[in-house]
C-alpha cells in the first residue's frame, strides 16, 4: 500500500510542479490540468487510500468555494478580484487529495511563500504557493505513513 500512495505521489507532484511553472510564468493555472488533479484525487480516495471519501469531498468543494467567496468579495468591495479563479481550482483539486483539514495549513502556508518569494512582483502568483504546499503536505504524508520516525 505504502507503494502505491507513493507512486500516486511522484504523479502527483509531477502535475503540481508543472502548474507551478505555469503560473509562475503566465499567472494562469489552465482549466485541462487543474480539473483533472481533482477528479483523480476524488478517485484516488473512493476507498479512503489518502482520507476518507466524505473528507475529500469537503475538501474539493471547501477549497475552491473559500478562494471562490475572497474572489468574489474582492470584486464587490474593490472591484477587481485579488485572486483567481484558477487558484480556487487548484485549492479545490488539494481539498480532493488532502482533505478539508489540510485546507487551512495550506493556504496559510501557500500565502507565507508566495508573499516571500514575490515580495515585489505585482500580480502573484498564487499558485505556485499552493503547489510548494501541498508537495510539501504530500512529503510529509508519505515520510510519516512509512513509519521512518522523521
Do not use: Q
Amino acid at each position: 500500500m505504502i507503494y502505491t500512495k507513493t507512486l500516486l505521489h511522484v504523479g502527483l507532484f509531477t502535475v503540481l510542479v508543472t502548474l507551478a511553472v505555469c503560473d509562475h510564468r503566465t499567472n494562469r493555472l489552465p482549466d485541462v490540468i487543474v480539473i483533472p488533479l481533482c477528479l483523480v484525487g476524488l478517485l484516488v480516495n473512493l476507498n479512503s487510500l489518502i482520507v476518507p471519501l466524505p473528507d475529500a469531498v469537503t475538501g474539493a468543494v471547501g477549497g475552491y468555494l473559500a478562494i471562490r467567496l475572497m474572489h468574489d468579495a474582492g470584486v464587490l468591495i474593490r472591484g477587481c478580484s485579488g485572486i483567481g479563479m484558477g487558484d480556487a481550482k487548484l485549492l479545490g483539486a488539494v481539498g480532493a487529495w488532502y482533505g478539508w483539514y489540510a485546507l487551512p495549513f495550506l493556504v496559510v502556508g501557500a500565502a507565507i511563500f508566495t508573499l516571500a518569494i514575490y515580495p515585489s512582483r505585482a500580480e502573484k502568483p498564487f499558485g505556485v504557493g499552493l503547489a510548494v504546499g501541498a508537495v510539501g503536505m504530500g512529503l510529509w504524508s508519505t515520510v510519516t505513513a512509512s513509519g521512518s520516525g522523521l
